[in-house]
């Protein structure tokens, strides 16, 4: 045997084994890859398909929110007229409130002016009944001094 043929047979006991071996492990790997890849082409499609439900819950809830803003804005019209209605509704009826309250108030000052004369009246009348009183009072005394006058 020649050294070559020794080298020869060398490489082939222990490099072909691990050759077979790498080959066999590089298979493995290419089975794994494919294996990955296929895993990955999936992924991608599902999230490619998640994209796309995502746009168009999107696009839904912009439409929501276009159509609830248009319902806020017409809500918001509509409030507004009844506040002014409901405003003018109370200040009207805060002016007959007033008016009445004035004219009570104007009809209450009328009675209160007409007692006060009462009273005044009343007092001059008071006041002129005494004096009469004590007029009579003294002539019946001046009467009486006048008949024993008389009868003395």
């Given at each position: 045997m020649d050294v070559a043929e020794v080298i020869k047979k060398a490489i082939q006991e222990w490099v072909v084994p691990q050759l077979e071996a790498l080959q066999g492990s590089v298979a493995e790997v290419r089975v794994a890859l494919d294996l990955t890849n296929q895993r990955m082409g999936d992924l991608q499609l599902q999230l490619t398909d998640l994209s796309r439900r995502i746009d168009e819950t999107n696009k839904r809830i912009d439409a929501v929110r276009s159509e609830l803003t248009e319902q806020i804005i017409g809500v918001r019209s509509e409030l507004t007229?009844?506040?002014?209605?409901?405003?003018?509704?109370?200040?009207?009826?805060?002016?007959?409130?007033?008016?009445?309250?004035?004219?009570?108030?104007?009809?209450?000052?009328?009675?209160?002016?007409?007692l006060g004369e009462a009273i005044v009246r009343r007092d001059?009348?008071?006041?002129?009944?005494?004096?009469?009183?004590?007029?009579?009072?003294?002539?019946?005394?001046?009467?009486?001094?006048?008949?024993?006058?008389?009868?003395?």
């Open positions: 007229e009844q506040i002014i209605g409901v405003r003018s509704e109370l200040t009207e009826r805060i002016e007959d409130v007033r008016r009445d309250f004035i004219d009570r108030y104007d009809r209450l000052s009328a009675r209160m002016d007409r001059e009348y008071d006041r002129v009944l005494r004096h009469m009183e004590h007029r009579i009072t003294s002539m019946e005394g001046t009467i009486e001094d006048l008949k024993r006058r008389i009868a003395a």
